[in-house]
């Protein structure tokens, strides 16, 4: 992913320490200012959800209808409770909690829920979330509480896709429009930091803690560097940068369960990573488990698709070997016509197997996963060059050069999946950049959408998962755990099972509750 809705990237760091360090004994951090420091390492592109912030759930400054508990169940929110769906599961209907107003006064009513999605939906506002949304054929407002969505097909996710934020009817694109949510938006720096006060008047209760501030740090041990120094009270970072904060006094670890994987898209009209040969010797190359083992700390799993095992959805006929298989690789690029050169390297008429495989320059964790993965290609005769970009440099290679992705979502299968490699998203941006094209995915995508019934989708998914697996779409590596270093001792902070991680959700979903621990 790039940025907070779509990918990471390098950006100026937060250079005024807003913090202090915890004192001695671990209590919650004492601050000149009241503020909470939480550094990430990426930026938002928009804070406006009708634009992708924050679409599901964790926003500081929005509620959608519905929220996640930390078990991923769904709870009511800006709804009273849970909606309603009629037999044929093409009308859901909610009704809208009592008593909630917006930042700037306004109460909030079934047209600002209107107004959110249909500008949201409208392929004039360019939204790069309206995909995700495409089963709902209208939204309308019969009156201030009630919400009817009309979908073209049942949908399934609906209920989950309502973790949405909702903002006042009227609210422009442009600009960063008020919530209903437990923080106030006050400032936002670009490239730097973005700064909330707390909503002393939420509908679930005032926050704790007075201030927040985001700060972005794209480099992983600037990060730690920072968090060591107390300028930062709360960050995400990789397993083994995180390590010496395991015995700091004053800070807690949090190891938290995630679908969150690793791996490596490949371009697929490319002369060598476009040929199946190639992309199934490179699998069978690397050596998983050593990456889990080293890399990761032990702090995950080998990757051979999209979906977790720890899901229901999950496809065991996926699972491949969590160690190398040089042998069998070398075997197959044989039996395809890659034959070793002089200099070690195979060639098939006339070209080598050779390719780049480009990594975020500050994300640590895909550094030591490219130079691994290139280091177990070598040892079969592909010539795999690492290279680490910044974000601006990496966005118009990904047609040409393979590149170490990270996605994942603890969610429904639908979210993510289906732009990642339905062919209609082919070269849209990040999502499907090396212009994967299966028809047969495409089919068991859309069937699983558009169906009701959980078996029939199971059984769609489970095709997807085997045919992007035989076409080793990715080279699918690692899903990993996140781990928050957080400063202090807090109430409330409650671990469940993390998406891929780019915005304020996670462990912060629920900051407002955290309370100093006595």
């Given at each position: 992913m790039r940025r907070a809705v779509v990918l990471p990237l390098t950006f100026a760091l937060f250079t005024a320490a807003c913090s202090a360090p915890a004192p001695p004994g671990g209590s919650a951090p004492s601050t000149a200012d009241d503020t909470f420091v939480i550094a990430l390492s990426s930026e938002f592109?928009?804070?406006?959800?009708?634009?992708?912030?924050?679409?599901?759930?964790?926003?500081?400054?929005?509620?959608?209808?519905?929220?996640?508990?930390?078990?991923?169940?769904?709870?009511?929110?800006?709804?009273?409770?849970?909606?309603?769906?009629?037999?044929?599961?093409k009308t859901v209907t909610f009704t809208l909690r009592d008593?909630?107003?917006?930042?700037?006064?306004?109460?909030?009513?079934?047209?600002?829920?209107?107004?959110?999605?249909?500008?949201?939906?409208?392929?004039?506002?360019?939204?790069?979330i309206a995909g995700d949304f495409a089963a709902i054929k209208e939204v309308e407002a019969?009156?201030?509480?009630?919400?009817?969505?009309?979908?073209?097909?049942?949908?399934?996710?609906?209920?989950?896709?309502?973790?949405?934020?909702?903002?006042?009817?009227?609210?422009?694109l442009k600009e960063t429009p008020p919530g209903t949510g437990p923080y106030r938006f006050v400032s936002w720096t670009p490239g730097d930091k973005v700064a909330f006060t707390a909503n002393t008047a939420y509908w679930g209760g005032a926050p704790a803690i007075p201030k927040v501030v985001v700060a972005f740090a794209?480099?992983?041990?600037?990060?730690?560097?920072?968090?060591?120094?107390?300028e930062f009270d709360a960050t995400i970072l990789p397993p083994k940068v995180a390590a010496p904060f395991r015995t700091q006094a004053g800070l807690k670890v949090y190891d938290v369960a995630a679908n969150d994987y690793r791996g490596i898209m490949f371009p697929m009209k490319e002369p060598v990573t476009g040929d199946l040969a190639i992309r199934k010797a490179f699998s069978l190359a690397v050596d998983r488990q050593a990456m889990v083992d080293t890399i990761l700390a032990g702090a995950g799993e080998p990757a051979f698709g999209p979906i977790s095992p720890a899901t229901?959805?999950?496809?065991?006929?996926?699972?491949?070997?969590?160690t190398s298989d040089p042998a069998g690789a070398g075997k197959l690029l044989d039996e395809a016509g890659w034959k070793p050169g002089a200099d070690g390297i195979?060639?098939?008429?006339?070209?080598?197997?050779?390719?780049?495989?480009?990594?975020?320059?500050?994300?640590?964790?895909?550094?030591?996963?490219?130079?691994?993965?290139?280091?177990?290609?070598?040892?079969?005769?592909?010539?795999?060059?690492?290279?680490?970009?910044?974000?601006?440099?990496?966005?118009p290679r990904m047609a040409k050069d393979a590149l170490m992705m990270g996605w994942g979502s603890a969610y429904d299968p639908d979210y993510i999946n289906y732009?990642?490699?339905?062919?209609?998203?082919?070269g849209k941006g990040f999502f499907n950049p090396g212009r994967y094209d299966n028809p047969k995915v495409d089919k068991a995508l859309e069937k699983a959408r558009e169906s009701g019934e959980e078996a029939e989708r199971k059984a769609a998914y489970d095709d997807f998962q085997k045919t992007i697996?035989?076409?080793?779409?990715?080279?699918?590596?690692?899903?990993?755990?996140?781990?928050?270093?957080?400063?202090?001792?807090?109430?409330?902070?409650?671990?469940?099972?993390?998406?891929?991680?780019?915005?304020?959700?996670?462990?912060?979903?629920?900051?407002?509750?955290?309370k100093p621990a006595k």
């Open positions: 592109e928009s804070l406006n959800p009708m634009l992708g912030y924050s679409p599901d759930g964790g926003s500081l400054m929005f509620d959608g209808l519905m929220s996640r508990a930390p078990d991923l169940s769904m709870e009511p929110a800006l709804a009273s409770g849970p909606p309603t769906t009629s037999k044929d599961g008593g909630v107003k917006f930042h700037n006064g306004q109460d909030l009513t079934s047209a600002d829920v209107e107004y959110t999605y249909e500008t949201m939906l409208d392929p004039k506002s360019s939204s790069p019969p009156d201030p509480k009630t919400v009817v969505f009309t979908l073209n097909y049942p949908y399934a996710p609906l209920v989950q896709r309502t973790t949405l934020g909702v903002v006042p009817k009227g609210a422009s794209a480099d992983d041990n600037v990060r730690a560097t920072r968090m060591s120094a107390g229901k959805w999950y496809n065991a006929v996926v699972t491949g070997k969590g195979r060639v098939k008429d006339g070209k080598p197997a050779k390719f780049t495989l480009m990594y975020p320059a500050g994300d640590s964790l895909r550094k030591e996963l490219a130079l691994a993965a290139a280091s177990d290609a070598r040892k079969i005769g592909l010539d795999v060059e690492p290279a680490g970009l910044d974000w601006d440099a990496i966005e732009e990642l490699f339905h062919s209609a998203y082919a697996f035989e076409d080793e779409a990715w080279s699918f590596l690692v899903f990993l755990k996140h781990v928050y270093v957080i400063r202090g001792d807090w109430q409330g902070v409650t671990p469940g099972v993390d998406g891929h991680e780019h915005a304020t959700g996670g462990l912060f979903r629920n900051l407002h509750t955290w």
